[in-house]
């Protein structure tokens, strides 16, 4: 009888495998983070052979810290970073550029060339009606153009059906059935700005709108299919890849947030919240994506989302480069040091400003700053530009689908009680913390158990969801207010679109 569900976690700094039971408690967890590589100022790539092999490693070791064997596993789910673009040779296997970041800017200037034809404006409501999105160096058609055009032959081999694109699940699921399957999930396929999200296809004005050939693309499934079977030579014994999801529709999952107006905030190396909106597909009026949550049986659940570039990264940021602190966790005492910002606001556009703002040339500062200014500040400073952006977000969302009841939080940097207390401060809406708060993993889980018969059905799931703390705001409505006008004026000296 199977015992455990795997979960690969493959994210934008690390690859993890974690071992859940059948309830969705963590059972083992492997973790390796790997280079973050930076060609020139914007750009991002990552090594996805490399990405491949620290997976297949972080796997056997997750097994093996369980004292688990493959065979006893009822299936693996896998969850990703999305938008990342991957391109490689059918034959070979073989990647034929270092994979794009989701992050990565190279291609604003393809995107403004874009939109001369028709206007900024005009291109985003045609991009939106069909994708949801908009036209940005944030998704993967530009990316994948770039690379065509970058590498030699690539576009003829591409045109002739020698190259395959995919997101990176799509190119795990390659690697992970020695290249038997060439497939993706509705939720990853809605992340490229060229699959038509109400349609529920490939779209054709779209692929020639972005010069991507559609025979590089891949099958795409429902969130619980069978995707292929692992390779008994990687793990000991074949295993089903029965759920796929990227991060942000796996983290809303694993949040169990299967009703519409439900909200779910995931604060990792950028921030993101996704609030389901329902069977039927709305655009946002206020610069949101509308993005597909999840997919059952042909039928798409459609959410509202926005996205935040720049969260741990910021934080990242501080330990890496400036080296002021050793580790995340340092941050909440240096915030807690202080009983004020002393209004010092950074302003985290290192890879440019996501929703609502959309404005890839806009670039990163830290005002305020006077001769009292430290590290604490610059620690709380980096805490406090994360909840000031969700608010972004909320506030558009508000104006969007209404005001929500609660919003449930998951990801790395909610353990830290300052920040999620400020961040209820910051909303005026309860922040609700899951006893597992690693929900991006967990809902790859819970797919891969829906394909294999270990839960019945979303009903069941949403059962298995805990909380584990709640923040209730505790600052004055005002002061929050003027915090908040504190971070709006910050952001608009560094915005370069002003619309």
């Known amino acids: 009888m199977p015992s455990a569900i795997l979960s690969i976690d493959q994210g934008t700094t690390s690859s993890r495998a974690i071992v859940f039971d059948l309830r969705g408690q963590i059972i083992a967890t492997a973790q390796t983070e790997f280079e973050q590589i930076y060609p020139k100022a914007g750009w991002v790539e990552h090594d996805a052979a490399g990405i491949y092999r620290d997976t297949v490693q972080v796997c056997r070791d997750a097994l093996k ?3 688990i064997e493959a065979a006893e596993l009822a299936g693996c789910g896998i969850t990703n970073q999305r938008e990342t673009t991957v391109v490689w040779d059918r034959n070979t296997g073989e990647p034929i550029h270092n994979a794009i970041v989701w992050q990565d800017r190279r291609t604003a200037e393809r995107c403004a060339e874009l939109a001369k034809a028709k206007g900024k404006p005009e291109t985003d409501a045609w991009l939106g009606a069909k994708t949801g999105l908009l036209l940005d160096p944030y998704f993967s058609a530009t990316k994948i153009a770039w690379i065509l055009d970058q590498v030699d032959g690539a576009r003829d081999r591409a045109e002739a059906g020698e190259l395959a694109f995919g997101t990176i699940d799509s190119w795990l699921i390659y ?3 020695g290249g038997e399957r060439h497939v993706t999930d509705a939720g990853n396929a809605a992340r490229t700005n060229l699959y038509n999200i109400v349609d529920g296809a490939w779209d054709d004005e779209l692929c020639d709108f972005f010069s991507v050939p559609k025979a590089m693309l891949p099958q795409v499934l429902d969130s619980v299919a069978e995707f292929g079977t692992i390779g008994e030579e990687i793990l000991g014994a074949p295993v089903t ?15 169990a947030c299967f009703a519409p107006g439900m909200v779910k905030n995931t604060y990792g190396t950028g921030c993101f919240m996704v609030q389901n909106i329902g069977e039927q597909f709305v655009a946002s009026e206020h610069r949101l994506l509308t993005t597909i949550a999840y997919q059952f049986d042909g039928k798409a659940t459609y959410a509202l989302e926005g996205s935040i570039f720049i969260a741990g990264a910021a934080v990242q940021w501080l330990r890496d480069a400036l080296k002021i602190i050793d580790a995340a966790p340092d941050t909440q005492a240096l915030a807690e040091s202080l009983d004020d910002n002393d209004g010092v606001y950074l302003v985290p556009a290192f890879a440019g400003l996501g929703a609502p703002y959309w404005d890839p040339d806009a670039r990163a500062a830290v005002l305020g700053l006077t001769r009292g200014s430290g590290i604490a500040h610059f620690a709380r400073a980096a805490l406090e530009s994360v909840c000031y952006q969700t608010r972004d977000l909320m506030d558009a969302m508000r104006a969007d689908a209404g005001e ?3 919003l449930r939080v998951d990801g790395g940097m909610v353990v830290n009680d300052w920040l999620c207390q400020f961040q209820a401060d910051m909303l005026g809406v309860d922040v609700v913390r899951p006893k597992v708060t690693e929900t991006t993993a967990l809902g790859a889980a819970y797919l891969a ?7 019945s059905g979303l009903d069941e799931v949403a059962d298995l969801w805990a909380e584990a703390k709640r923040f209730e705001r505790k600052a004055s409505a005002d002061d929050a207010d003027a915090r908040y006008a504190g971070w ?3 952001v608009a000296r560094v915005r370069t679109n002003k619309d």
């Open 175 to 177: 690697k992970l059935t």
């Open 65 to 67: 810290k369980a004292g």
């Open 488 to 490: 709006q004026d910050a």
């Open 449 to 455: 158990g829906l394909q294999a018969g270990v839960f």
């Open 404 to 406: 929500p009841k609660e």
């Open 241 to 255: 890849i029965g759920g796929v999801a990227g991060d942000q529709q796996a983290a809303t999952i694993g949040q």
